[in-house]
């Protein structure tokens, strides 16, 4: 059973920075995709940044300049450096990966979820 357990999510003022993680755990073969999304409260969930296996990026318009996606590949592991962040970047950030476990099926997976909230 593959699982995905994200932290990193905190109250902030507005300016400050967060690093979000995500580490993705059980029997697992390979991982492709791993991606940052989020959800504002009564908004639908969106792409933030997203890796690709070999190391390629890219960011929603809003987030450019200020996000940071990384991922360590030893670890399974997914990283989100936040800075000089603003009110509306509040939002649940949610991890999610493409891999593929160790029965050897492709499938997306997601995160739970942590709460980044941005004070003005």
């Known amino acids: 059973q593959v699982q995905l357990v994200e932290s990193g999510g905190d109250l902030v003022q507005a300016g400050g920075s967060l690093r979000l993680s995500c580490a993705a755990s059980?029997?697992?073969?390979?991982?492709?995709?791993m991606g940052w999304y989020r959800q504002a409260p009564g908004k639908q969930r969106e792409l933030v940044a997203a890796?690709?296996?070999?190391?390629?990026?890219n960011y929603a318009d809003s987030v450019k300049g200020r996000f940071t996606i990384s991922r360590d590949n030893a670890k399974n592991a997914l990283y989100l450096q936040m800075n000089s962040l603003k009110p509306e970047d509040t939002a649940v950030y949610y991890c999610?990966?493409?891999?593929?476990?160790?029965?050897?099926?492709?499938?997306?997976?997601w995160g739970q979820g942590t709460q980044v909230t941005v004070s003005s």
């Open positions: 059980g029997r697992i073969s390979r991982i492709n995709t």
């Open positions: 999610n990966v493409a891999l593929r476990d160790g029965r050897g099926y492709w499938d997306n997976y």
């Open positions: 890796i690709t296996g070999g190391g390629a990026t």
